[in-house]
């Protein structure tokens, strides 16, 4: 199956970056779609920003102009490079893909186990 392992979270002070990271790996035909959502306690999970196979980018309206996503198909990895981060930015960032397992399968998408960013005041 795959596996897609997030990391590069923390603690920083607003204003600060921070570089996520999500590498998947495993037995897998091809990928797509992928992208990183954030859940914030008592809140419902929600996309922060996707980007297809061919490159076009996706972005909640709350984070465009500071967050840019990107990929790199050789290393089966997506980034969100995260800039002048605001306390309301704290939250489990996860990413998510659409793979094909094998050739004649459909695309399934999968989750990573999530990464903790907390932006203090």
């Known amino acids: 199956q795959v596996q897609l392992v997030e990391s590069g979270g923390g603690l920083v002070q607003a204003g600060g970056s921070l570089r996520l990271s999500c590498a998947a790996s495993?037995?897998?035909?091809?990928?797509?779609?992928m992208g990183w959502y954030r859940q914030a306690p008592g809140k419902k999970r929600e996309l922060v920003a996707g980007?297809?196979?061919?490159?076009?980018?996706d972005y909640a309206d709350s984070v465009k102009g500071r967050f840019t996503i990107s990929r790199d198909n050789a290393k089966n990895t997506v980034y969100l490079q995260m800039n002048s981060l605001k306390p309301e930015d704290t939250a489990v960032y996860y990413c998510n893909g659409d793979f094909k397992i094998s050739f004649y399968s459909d695309y399934v998408k999968f989750w990573g186990q999530g990464t903790q960013v907390t932006v203090s005041s």
């Open positions: 495993g037995s897998f035909f091809s990928f797509n779609a």
């Open positions: 980007i297809t196979s061919g490159g076009s980018k």
